[in-house]
């Protein structure tokens, strides 16, 4: 079966109270919002449609960036989700298979699930399925309306519910599966007459009874899946949320979390067994950590990071695109920018790869060679490499490279005054 996602990221995201980005391109854990909704459906779709309009260039240039395999269709005004979607209507005129549509700020769903949902909706022989799922607090969502014999009737906006309607619990998730030959017209037929004034996708429910289709809710277990984010309280709740479901696979695959409570590790992280991560460390983007290794407490692992076997990592540190090799230890207050460590190679206190030019805006690589041995309080001035089993005194500001076995040293003499205080206390 062919299948398209349309992902719905037009809207203004007024309640995220946010001038400078849209609400789609706010991140979790250095991934965006709609990144999540991308990464979980490129694996099994034939083509991704993600609708933009608010911000629309800064949405494009992201999807352009990141998903090259995805189109961007623009919504100019945004006149509601059931508009967004008919933007999509002169590209598919002649499909004839299945449309996945979702919402770009719902990052908490599972590639799995929504496998099983489109499975579902094919194996019901439905023409359209909603996902709902129950929630103790379904405020904000719109309900699903069953009929008497509990069928699905319509999905009825908080907005626009009666007090009876919002005592209801089961809500729509905002993803659905589509036939597209037997649905598309009802995108020429939605009407504005609710209390926002928008064409609303929900009402596609209510139409696809009326002309008889084969309409079913698929109802999802884990609701925390379909958290939308908002706002920025939902923002954090959603981080949250995910955190402790990554955390929790992490662990259960050997490694040992000592303070979940305050250990944050993004879902693109690999991580080998035996690996131990001490508190208030924050790892995001995409990362690997290999086995038996140190990292922490409140270490800084800010993506493109790629961590061999028996490494420490340690307090305060960062690492950002770089490789460490084996056994190779950057214990404390350190800085690895873009840079390549070697194996058995010691990283002293305080050690910082100036990876950065601010003048020519350009960024450099530090290549440390194997059994490399680098003293405290050392800065290493991008580009710049040393050579195998070269030491660096402390204290060094590494400008060129350093061959060899070499020591490099940049200090300038010890002096020792014999009885200086004496003197100055004595005057
Ligand atoms: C929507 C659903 C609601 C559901 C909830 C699930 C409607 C009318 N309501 O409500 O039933 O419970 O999602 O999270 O569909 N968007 C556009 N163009 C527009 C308007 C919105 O692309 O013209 C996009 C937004 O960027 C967003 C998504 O559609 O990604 C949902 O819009 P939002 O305003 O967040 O809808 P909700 O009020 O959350
Ligand atoms: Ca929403």
Redesign the pocket.
Known sequence: MDIKAVI????K?TRMKSETTP??LHEIMGKTLLGYVLDNVKNFVSEEFV?V?HHAQEVETFVKNNYTDARTVL?TP????G??VSMVCPYLENFDGVVLIL????PLIKEETLKEFVNFHLAQNSDLTVMSTIFDNPA???RIIRDKDNSLKC?V?EKDATLEQKAVKE????IYCLNWGKVKSAFSQLKTNNAQG?Y???DIIAWGKEQKLNVNAYILQDSNE?Y?I?SRINLAQAGKIMNKRNLEKYMQNGVTIVDPDSTWISEDTEIGQDTIIYPSTYIEGKNKIGKNCKIGPCAHLRGGVEVCDNVKVGNFVEVKKSRISSNTNVGHLSYIGDSELGEHVNIGAGTITANYNPITKTKSKTILKDNVKVGSNSVLVAPVTVEEGANIGAGGIITKNVPSWALAITRSPLKVIADWVKIQMSK
């Open positions: 719905l990221a037009a809207g995201g609400k789609v609708i309009g919504q945004q006149l509601g989700t508009h967004a919402c770009g700020d719902t904000n969502y719109g999905i906006e809500v729509n998730a905002g928008e609303y996708l929900t379909i939308g908002n």
